[in-house]
C-alpha cells in the first residue's frame, strides 16, 4: 500500500467518527450558547433601532458554525472544499453599530468552539463575557438621551437655557443652532432620567419661548 493509498484511507475512516448523539450534543450546546448571546443583546442593546432579526440571526449563525466546524474537523478533503466555497460568500449588509460586529464575532467563535467540541471553554467564556457586557452597561441603564427642540425670540433666553441644563441634565451637547429673523431654533443631545423629564416644562415657562420638545432619539422593540 503506498502513502497515498494511506493518505486516503485515514480522511475516509474519520468520516465517519462523528456519532448521532456527538452531534445532537454539538448542536444543543451551540444553540445553548447563542440563546445566551441574545439575551445579552438584547438587554444591554444601546443604539437607536433594536431589530430581532438581527438577534436571531446570532443564534442560528452560532449553530451553523457548529456545523460547518463539525464538518471540517471530521474531513480533511472536505475542509479544504469548504475554504474554497466560504471564500467567495460576501456579505453585504451594514452594520450600524460597532458592538454588533462584537457579538457577530462572539457567536461565530462560539460556534467554533462548540463545534470543536470545547463545551466547557465556550460556557465560561460566553458566561464571562456576558457578565463583562452587562456591568459596563450598568452605569448608563437609567439614563436616556434625548433631544430637546427649543424656539424662543428673545436671545437673553438662550443664557437662561444653557443654565438650567446644566444644573439638570448630566451631558448636553447643541446639535444646531437656526437664527431666523423674529426666533431662534435649537437642537440639544442631553441625558437625563425619566424623573427629569419635568425640565421640558420649566424651559417651556421661560419667557419669549414659543416651541419646546423633547424627543427619545432611542427606540426598543424587543
Known amino acids: 500500500m503506498s ?26 450546546m451551540s444553540f445553548l450558547v447563542g440563546m445566551f448571546i441574545y439575551q445579552v443583546y ?16 446570532l443564534v442560528m449563525m452560532s449553530m451553523i458554525t457548529s456545523l460547518v466546524i463539525m464538518a471540517v474537523t471530521s474531513n480533511v478533503v472536505l475542509s479544504l472544499g469548504m475554504v474554497g466555497a ?27 468552539v462548540v463545534g470543536a467540541g470545547f463545551y466547557f471553554l465556550a460556557a465560561i467564556g460566553s458566561l464571562c ?4 457586557i452587562y456591568v459596563m452597561n450598568l452605569n448608563i441603564s437609567n439614563v436616556t438621551p434625548y433631544l430637546l427642540m427649543v424656539n424662543f425670540s428673545n436671545p437673553d433666553t438662550e443664557e437662561k437655557i444653557m443654565d438650567k441644563l446644566t444644573a439638570t441634565a448630566d451631558k448636553f451637547n447643541v446639535k444646531s443652532k437656526a437664527v431666523m429673523k423674529d426666533s431662534i431654533e435649537l437642537v440639544i443631545e442631553l441625558r437625563i432620567k425619566k424623573e427629569e423629564l419635568v425640565l421640558v416644562n420649566a424651559i417651556n415657562d421661560f ?3 414659543t416651541h419646546a420638545m423633547l424627543v427619545s432619539s432611542t427606540e426598543y422593540s424587543k
Open 42 to 57: 438584547k438587554k444591554s442593546y444601546q443604539s437607536v433601532v433594536y431589530t430581532k432579526s438581527f438577534n436571531l440571526s
Open 129 to 132: 463575557i456576558g457578565v463583562i
Open 86 to 112: 466560504l471564500s467567495i460568500v460576501r456579505f453585504r449588509a451594514a452594520i450600524k453599530d460597532p458592538m454588533d460586529i462584537v457579538f457577530m464575532f462572539w457567536s461565530i467563535a462560539g460556534g467554533i
Open 207 to 209: 419667557d419669549s419661548v
Open 3 to 28: 502513502f497515498q493509498d494511506i493518505f486516503k484511507n485515514s480522511f475516509l475512516d474519520s468520516a465517519a467518527s462523528l456519532s448521532v448523539f456527538d452531534m445532537s450534543i454539538t448542536m444543543l
